[in-house]
């Protein structure tokens, strides 16, 4: 399985990103999909996930909420992560992850996600 995360880049504080995370060869059926970040010198943080079993719930980490909306098609094989009034503290470089059996009580846990993509670079400038 692999994914492939893009779109990242350098914008303008207050200016948005749409990152895409595609799987090669399958659909994101009845799966979770998250992203994560990680910024120089810190640990990898939880961004969102949508879990598609529960019937597409999406999740986020409170610093992201009203700002960044994670979306998809789970008969197709991208999830995007559009990022609005995006904050320098926003950047990071950016992983999406997908596990096939991952439970609500883990959907934060970067550990619990059996598969990543290369992760894309997101620099917000002030």
């Known amino acids: 399985v692999q994914l492939q995360a893009s779109g990242g880049g350098l914008v303008q504080a207050g200016g948005s990103l749409r990152l895409s995370c595609v799987a090669s060869g399958r659909t994101f059926s009845r799966q979770t999909v998250a992203w994560f970040r990680q910024a120089p010198g810190k640990e990898r943080e939880f961004v969102a996930a949508?879990?598609?079993?529960?019937?597409?719930?999406?999740y986020y980490v409170d610093s992201v909420k009203g700002r960044f909306t994670i979306s998809g098609d789970n008969t197709k094989s991208t999830v995007y992560l559009l990022m609005s009034s995006l904050r320098p503290e926003d950047t990071a470089v950016y992983y999406c992850?997908?596990?096939?059996?991952?439970?609500?009580?883990?959907?934060?846990?970067?550990?619990?996600?059996?598969?990543w993509g290369q992760g894309t670079l997101v620099t917000v400038s002030s």
């Open positions: 992850a997908n596990d096939p059996s991952i439970i609500l009580s883990e959907i934060r846990v970067s550990r619990s996600y059996a598969y």
């Open positions: 949508i879990h598609w079993r529960s019937g597409g719930y999406t």
